[in-house]
């Protein structure tokens, strides 16, 4: 089976720009959850889609936004790009949201670098 | 929230020593706790996890011990090889009915040849 699989690996934006991360679940997973990860917060949790319903959101502001779609693929979504906004994006899968046996599986994560 | 902090920040050990690290949690509710390896360029790969109804959960050289009293879970590595070099995170779960994790800072392990 194939892992947690994200588009694209690197990028490098401006300041001001927006950015579309896409994040494709292992497959028959309906769950996907999106982190950032920096050195200073380490991984910090941005928000859940199950379902095409966001389940939980993190404390970012409404710059980050992101949505599911119904084969279970996310994308995440920044406007406005600041430059804290340079992180490792990852995304995880997991069969349901929450569920008594749900593992979450991350992906390779999308390195997003703002100038 | 749940707030889950990691002891120690770095470690290094010998190989074939065993290497132990500890996490506590702060939300009693939490009821389960994975723990995953981040080596570098990476994304986090789960080790293994445990749920509240059991203390001690061992897939071959590590295991992972849990004290719902105390509020605290443990990652053991025995027997550790070079190719465990890498930065270990703890994380716990606390709200029912969603994958919402909160991640410790992470370890970083060494082992020394």
């Known amino acids: 089976k194939a892992g947690v699989t994200q588009t694209p690996r690197y990028l490098i934006k401006t300041r001001g720009q927006q950015v579309t991360l896409s994040c494709s679940p292992i497959?028959?997973?309906?769950?996907v959850s999106w982190y950032q990860q920096t050195p200073g917060q380490g991984l910090q949790f941005l928000f859940e889609?199950?379902?095409?319903?966001?389940?939980n959101k993190g404390n970012f502001p409404g710059r980050f936004s992101g949505r599911q779609f119904s084969n279970s693929r996310s994308e995440m979504n920044v406007s406005t790009l600041e430059l804290g906004d340079s992180a490792l994006y990852l995304c995880?899968?997991?069969?349901?949201?929450?569920?008594?046996?749900?593992?979450?599986?991350f992906g390779p994560g999308t390195r997003l670098t703002v100038l | 929230g749940e707030n889950v902090e990691q002891h120690p920040s770095t470690l290094s050990v010998q190989e074939g020593d065993s290497a132990v690290i500890k996490c506590t949690y702060s939300?009693?509710?939490?009821?389960?706790f994975p723990w995953y390896k981040q080596e570098l360029g990476k994304g986090p790969q789960l080790i293994i996890d445990?749920?509240?109804?059991?203390g001690e959960k061992k897939d071959q050289r590590i295991a992972v011990t849990l004290n719902k009293t105390a509020k605290h879970f443990s990652l053991h590595i025995t027997e550790t090889q070079p190719e465990d070099s890498a930065v270990y995170f703890c994380?716990?779960?606390?709200?029912?009915?969603?994958?919402?994790?909160?991640f410790g800072k992470g370890n970083q392990v060494v082992v020394i040849p």
């Open positions: 445990i749920r509240s109804n059991v």
């Open positions: 497959s028959g997973h309906r769950s």
């Open positions: 889609y199950f379902s095409e319903t966001q389940r």
């Open positions: 939300d009693s509710a939490s009821n389960y």
């Open positions: 995880a899968s997991s069969p349901t949201s929450g569920g008594a046996s749900d593992t979450q599986y």
């Open positions: 994380a716990a779960r606390s709200l029912p009915g969603n994958n919402r994790l909160a």
